[in-house]
């Protein structure tokens, strides 16, 4: 294992964990103000949220440091339970009034665009694979082909919404297709942790993720791009009503 690298990667995956709260906290009070929400209640709101953020991501930290995401020999993963907690979050969500009004004063584009986070974040598999703590089928030069939503993601917003043109059914597809590949992301990372589900034996195992703060990759930037995704389909079908 390179230290240097490693270094590199525990200060690369806090700072991408920062800009993506930092753009959640900007387009939350964005929309407040779209719905005309007085400033006081706005600033409560945006505040409570980043609060509520940064609990979470200090919650499954001190559970990484104590070692509990590193037993891999339990079933189901330990890493199930940083992970689809914010997920189930999401979808309810999705079910409330209110959270519905935020997304249609959101531009549709916006939910499309953001999604070019995962360019560095792909390119950041990769330096980790070349640190020796990731497996190659993590990267792009292996089975993970995550990087093809953030290459298209300008492109998509660009030409999805241009000039008033609104390409909805083109939009849910691309969508669906950038939870195919989380998906696919999220099992190979599974089925290369040293677990009983282990099917990749090569060399490192992606053991990594339980330790901090690579837990916040699957407890935190995981279900913010399956977040993201589910909402921009929401907010295309209720804008498409």
């Known amino acids: ?22 753009l959640t906290l900007l387009g939350l009070n964005y929309a407040l103000r779209r719905i005309r929400i007085i400033e006081e209640q706005r600033r409560i709101i945006v505040k409570f949220t980043g609060l509520g953020l940064l609990c979470w991501l200090l919650i499954i930290g001190l559970l990484a440091v104590r070692g509990f995401f590193s037993n891999f020999d339990v079933l189901p993963p330990r890493i199930a339970l940083a992970m689809l907690p914010p997920i189930v979050l999401s979808v309810i969500l999705m079910r409330n009034r209110v959270f519905q009004l935020l997304l249609k004063a959101i531009p549709e584009k916006w939910l499309i665009v953001v999604q070019v986070f995962r360019i560095p974040m792909e390119l950041y598999l990769w330096m980790c694979f070349l640190g020796g703590f ?14 093809l939503i953030g290459i298209t993601a300008l492109m998509a917003g660009y030409f999805f919404f241009w000039k008033g043109r609104r390409q909805q059914k083109a939009a849910i597809l691309w969508n669906i297709s950038g939870l195919a590949l989380l998906l696919n992301v999220v099992l190979i990372a599974t089925v290369s942790t040293p677990s009983p589900l282990r099917y990749f ?8 993720i339980g330790d901090f703060p690579f837990i916040w990759i699957p407890g935190f930037i ?14 295309l079908f209720m804008n498409g009503r």
Do not use: C, R, W
């Open 201 to 208: 034996h090569n060399e490192p195992s992606t053991a990594i």
């Open 222 to 235: 995981v279900p913010f791009a399956v977040a993201i995704h589910l909402f921009s389909i929401k907010q």
């Open 134 to 147: 990731l497996p190659f089928q993590m990267t792009f030069e292996g089975l993970n082909m995550d990087i």
């Open 1 to 22: 294992m390179n230290n240097t690298i490693y270094i590199l990667a525990q200060l690369a995956t806090t700072g991408i964990v920062i800009g993506l709260i930092l």
